[in-house]
C-alpha cells in the first residue's frame, strides 16, 4: 500500500490520533496537510520532514465557515489538489444537558460535527476534479453507546456516524468513499497526562483498560492504521460504515464480557 501522489489532510494532527495518521500517511509517501488550531502541529510537519517527507501546517480553526474554506483553497493551490480527507479534530465538554451551557454545547457540536461538515464541503470538489478520493470521520464508540455526562460529544460523534452514512451515499457517484472509525478508550498522550492527574492513576488506568475485552487502551497508531486502512485501495468495496477500533469494549453487554 501506499500513497504516493496523494494529497492527504488529517485534521487536529498536531497531537493524539491525527498525528500518528499524519506520520503514518508520510511514511506511505503522501503529501500530507497537518491542519489544527495548535501550532504544535508545526513540530509533526517538522518531523515528517526529517524523514524526507512532504507536509505542511495549516492553521485553521474548522470550527469557523471563511476560514475551512480559505485554508482548503490554499491547500489546493500549494500541494495540487485533495485526495484524502480525516476528519479527526474534536473536543470534549462534560456534562448531561442540565450542566452543560449553551456555548459549550455549540462549541463542541461546531468542532466536531460542523467541523467535519466545513472540511468536507471544501474539500469534496477538488476530490471530484481528481477523479474520486476518500473521507475518513474519526467518531467514537461514544457515538454508539455511552456514558452518564457526556451529552455534547456523544451527540456530536452520534451525528458524526450519521453524516458518514449520509456522504457516502451522496459522494458514491464521484466515486468518493466515506467510513469512519469509532474508537474505544486510546492512550493519547493527552490521556497519559489525565491520568497522571487523577488521584489514583494506576486504579483509574486499570478501570479504563478493563472496559475492554483485550483488558487495555488502544495506541493512537492503532487506529491510524485502520484510518490508513479505509483510505487506501484495500478497502475499495467498503463505504459508509462504521469500523469499531474498540478493542471488543461494544462487544459486551456492558459488562466487559464478565459474567452477570
Ligand atoms: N483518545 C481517545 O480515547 C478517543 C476515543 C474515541 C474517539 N476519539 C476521537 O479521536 C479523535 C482524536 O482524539 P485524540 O484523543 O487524539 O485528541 P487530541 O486532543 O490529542 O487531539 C485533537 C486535536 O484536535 C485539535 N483541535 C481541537 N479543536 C480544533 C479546531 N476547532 N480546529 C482544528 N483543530 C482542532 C486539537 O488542537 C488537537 O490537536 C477525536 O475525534 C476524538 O473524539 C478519541
Known amino acids: 500500500m501506499n500513497f504516493n501522489g496523494k494529497v492527504v489532510v488529517v485534521t487536529g494532527a498536531a497531537s493524539g490520533i491525527g498525528r500518528a495518521a499524519a506520520l503514518t500517511f508520510a511514511d506511505l509517501g503522501a503529501d500530507v496537510v497537518v491542519l489544527d488550531v495548535d501550532a504544535k502541529g508545526k513540530e509533526v510537519v517538522g518531523d515528517i520532514q526529517k524523514k524526507g517527507g512532504t507536509a505542511i501546517f495549516s492553521r485553521t480553526d474548522i470550527s469557523r465557515n471563511g476560514a475551512v474554506r480559505q485554508a482548503v483553497d490554499k491547500i489546493n493551490q500549494q500541494?495540487?489538489?485533495v485526495d484524502v480527507l480525516i476528519n479527526n479534530a474534536a473536543t470534549v465538554r462534560e456534562g448531561n444537558?442540565?450542566?452543560?451551557?449553551?456555548?459549550?454545547?455549540?462549541?463542541?457540536?461546531?468542532?466536531?460535527?460542523?467541523g467535519a461538515y466545513l472540511c468536507s464541503k471544501y474539500c469534496v470538489?477538488?476530490?471530484e476534479s481528481r477523479g474520486g478520493g476518500a473521507i475518513v470521520n474519526v467518531a467514537s464508540v461514544q457515538g454508539l453507546a455511552t456514558e452518564q455526562d457526556n451529552a455534547a460529544y456523544s451527540a456530536s460523534k452520534g451525528g458524526l456516524i450519521a453524516l458518514t452514512k449520509s456522504m457516502a451515499l451522496d459522494l458514491a457517484p464521484q466515486n468518493i468513499k466515506v467510513n469512519c472509525v469509532c474508537p474505544g478508550a486510546i492512550e493519547t498522550e493527552k490521556v497519559k497526562q489525565a491520568l497522571s492527574e487523577s488521584s489514583e492513576p494506576n486504579i483509574?488506568?486499570?478501570?479504563?483498560?478493563?472496559?475492554?475485552?483485550?483488558?487495555?487502551?488502544g495506541t493512537p497508531q492503532e487506529v491510524a492504521n485502520v484510518i490508513v486502512f479505509l483510505a487506501s485501495g484495500l478497502s475499495s468495496f467498503m463505504t459508509g460504515t462504521p469500523v469499531l477500533v474498540d478493542g471488543g469494549m461494544l462487544a459486551s453487554f456492558g459488562t466487559a464480557g464478565k459474567p452477570v
Open 125 to 127: 470538489p477538488y476530490m
Open 97 to 114: 444537558v442540565l450542566d452543560v451551557t449553551v456555548d459549550e454545547w455549540n462549541q463542541v457540536l461546531n468542532i466536531n460535527l460542523t
Open 204 to 217: 483509574v488506568r486499570q478501570e479504563w483498560s478493563d472496559l475492554h475485552a483485550l483488558r487495555r487502551m
Open 79 to 81: 500541494l495540487g489538489g
